[in-house]
Structure formats: C-alpha cells, structure tokens
C-alpha cells in the first residue's frame, strides 16, 4: 500500500515508521528540508514543499496513493490537503489530523476527510474507559460522525447481571460485537451470560447512542428486561396538571415524557476556531 504523509513531525514521523514497519510505501511531504536528516526514518521517499499547492502534489504522484494522511500541526493545512486529494486526485482515504477540537465539525466528507483523528477527544475517551463504570463511553467515531464505537463496563449491581445477549431487547441500530472478561476477548453470541465487571464493545450509530445508554443505566430493568422491548409497563397514563389562566380549572394532559428538540444551525465556513494553530 502507498500512503503519502504531510506532515513530518513527531506525529507524522511516528505514523511513517509504524506503516514502513509493515512494509508499506511511505511518501513524507514536508516544508522543512531539515527534517530529513533528523527523522531516522529508512525505507521513507521525502518530497520538499508546500502540500497546499497542487503542483506539489502533482510532483508527489498523488493519484498513484491509497492513502493520504494530513498530520500536520494545522488544522487549515489539513483540511485543504483532504479536500485537494478527494476531488482532485480521487484518493480513495483520506485521514485528517484534528488539532483543535473547536474544529471538528469541518472534518468530514464535505472538505473531502474520510476519518478524523481527534487526538484530545481520543485521550478524553481513552481515561473515560478506564475510569468510568456503569457509563458509555464513545471511544472512536467512525464514517465520518455516522457512526461510532462504545464501551460500557458493567457495574456489579447492574440489572443485566445474568442476563442472555439475546435476551436483552438492543437497539435497532446498535450492535454488540465484543464482551472483554478477564482481559479475553470474547465473540458474543446469543446464549452468552452477561457478568459484572464485563466491557461491552458496540457498534452504533451516533443517533442510536442515547438509546443504548437509557438500556444500559441502572433502574432501566422494568422498561427493557427480556422480551419486555421499549414499550410502556402498564395501561394507565400519567397525567401531570397544566397551569392555566386565573379563574380556569387546571386541565389534566397526557405526560408524555417527550422533550422539545433544539434544531441546530448548519455550521458556516466562517465559524473555523482559529485558536490552536501551530503557524
């Protein structure tokens, strides 16, 4: 596999040596041609220059790539780089490095960034799991924000203690694909017995995540036991009191529990967080 590399810092450099490692083609493109010699990287071919500039890329053989990795210390650099490689050399992946974790709303198809690689969001989710119990914790978002994959660690008091894999009524669009126990990876099946202490690895869409938490957290048992599935536990409704204007008798409603939902705004090119670039 070729992958071109822009970017040949200390992360740059650190990628390049673990994929020469695995005999793939290493291409490193970079401004400074002192960072050459101090890099240690054999096997590596360099190209000095500006990856935003299309001739560059043009001296590169961009279009003979598998993979471009835009890692440098600027989030605006990557971003052009992803964008120049998918529309105008159609490299089928492109990787981009997310410096400032503000700008990780512009990381996606629409610059031309197939993964985004949030390094202080990964650090966060990577203490997370190693801290938080009876919580979900999203450790990698993948198809850029479709989807993404979560850990849960059971608690020992945990309503799901005991319970099948098939049991359990899952989101629809959630998938249980790893049970670590005892530091074993273990393929779930439907007859496997879910014990404390297990971390259950998920894929799941972003939309389903919420879903899969209410499952999850503790006192849920009566509304998602076996074969239970999400529907209510009895055939009366609650009713909550509705204020109403002075000298009017308050007027009973249905609570139905549903939120009013925020539309968000589409975000705008000109809200690019500029705090935290490196030059």
Do not use: Y
Request: charged content about 25%; aromatic content about 4%.
């Amino acid at each position: 596999m070729k992958v071109v590399i822009v970017g040949a810092g200390s992360v740059g450099s650190s990628i390049a040596r673990e994929l020469l490692s695995h005999k793939h083609e290493i291409l490193l493109i970079d401004l400074k041609p002192e960072v050459i010699g101090r890099s240690g990287l054999r096997g590596a071919h360099w190209l000095v220059g500006d990856a935003c500039e299309l001739s560059t890329l043009q001296d590169a053989n961009l279009e003979d790539a598998d993979v471009v990795v835009s890692a440098t210390g600027d989030d605006k650099v990557n971003l052009v780089v992803s964008l120049l490689a998918k529309t105008e050399f159609g490299i089928g992946r492109t990787v981009g490095r997310v410096n400032n974790p503000k700008n990780d709303w512009m990381f996606n198809d629409s610059w031309g960034v197939d993964v985004a690689v949030n390094t202080p969001q990964l650090m966060t989710a990577l203490v997370e799991e190693a801290v938080e119990i009876g919580d979900l914790v999203r450790l990698l978002t993948l198809q850029t924000g479709v989807s993404s994959l979560v850990e849960f660690t059971v608690p020992h008091d945990s309503h799901a203690i005991g319970l099948t894999v098939g049991a359990i009524d899952w989101p629809e669009d959630s998938t249980l694909v790893a049970i670590l126990r005892d530091q074993a990876p273990i393929t779930p099946s439907r007859d496997d017995v879910i014990d404390g202490g297990d971390e259950l690895f998920f894929v799941t869409t972003i939309a389903a995540e919420d879903q899969l938490r209410e499952l999850l957290s503790p006192g849920s048992s009566e509304e998602h036991g076996s074969g239970e599935g999400h529907g209510s536990g009895g055939s009366e409704e609650s009713v909550e009191e509705q204020s109403s204007p002075e000298g009017q008798e308050s007027v009973a409603v249905p609570a139905t529990g549903d939120q009013p939902v925020r539309a968000e705004q589409p975000a705008r090119a000109d809200q690019l967080d500029d705090d935290g670039f490196d030059g």
